[in-house]
């Protein structure tokens, strides 16, 4: 009985390794579960969820930080993170509305994503010390600088025309867009303040005394979003995407002093609006 007895037992060092044998980490058997629903999901609805475009590959798809299985494309997915911030001041997952940290890769030029520690979208402490979007502006501020550099580059070119045998580095310049663009990919357009303080007031609300606005174009509420000063001159570089992606949920502007500096290398004597009014009186 006793041999029989020590024969047919187990240490409890042989049962901890079998589990553990036996067993997957829970984090690792969710991860592959969760790959495997979102690939199946895929194969039977190859169309983004909002936009009803086909996603005929892995790149059209966007990677989701959460758990969701809907199948999005990046420009839906972008403008309701844009939509989200603009409202709640986070950005929640259109699905389950999860919040996220959006970071940026300023060497690919893409977005990046993932959950926030807050977890949930729910006001407190935690999403408040969550300020991600300071960070966002900062890593996308040299990738504009650069463009604008490319622009200017591509003009000079343009002007003086390339000579045969032109360098590579030409070459690339010559490829730039012929309009100067922003760092979320639209155009940036050169309007008048007037023309952006009207479409700002549009932005935030239905309508606007004569009077504010006029206090608005005099003083513009507009900060350049690469010198972080307030808006001089009587003209704006201003993306045309407005609010409409993460990297920019308020909007994104250029002063002209910036623009002409990052262009051309020159720079501009910008006067204010104020200062004009004082000489036109």
Partial sequence: MEARARSGSRSPAAGSSSKEADAKPEAEADAEAEAKIKAEVVDEFPECIICSEELSSETDIVKL????????????WDRCLAASVSAH?????????????????????????????????SDGPEMA?????????EKARPRQIMLLQLFGAQAELARAGPDEGSSSVAEDVLQQPEEPRCVCGSRLMRVSVRERIHALVAEHSESAPPSLIEIYVRYPPIICDICDQRMQGSHVWSCENR???????DAYDVCEACFAHHTTGNDVEVVSRAELTMHDN
């Avoid at 930080?65 to 839906?76: D, L, R």
């Avoid at 940290?101 to 993932?114: A, S, T």
């Avoid at 609010?243 to 949920?249: D, E, Q, V």
């Fill in 243 to 249: 609010g409409r992606t993460i990297l920019h949920a």
């Fill in 129 to 137: 010390a969550d300020n991600w979007r300071s960070g966002l502006y």
């Fill in 65 to 76: 930080p959460c758990k969701c299985t809907s199948a999005y494309c990046h420009g839906c």
């Fill in 89 to 121: 001041g986070q950005a929640l997952c259109p699905s389950c509305r999860c919040s996220m940290r959006v970071d940026y890769d300023p060497v690919q030029g893409r977005l990046l994503f993932e959950r926030s520690s807050s977890g949930t979208g």
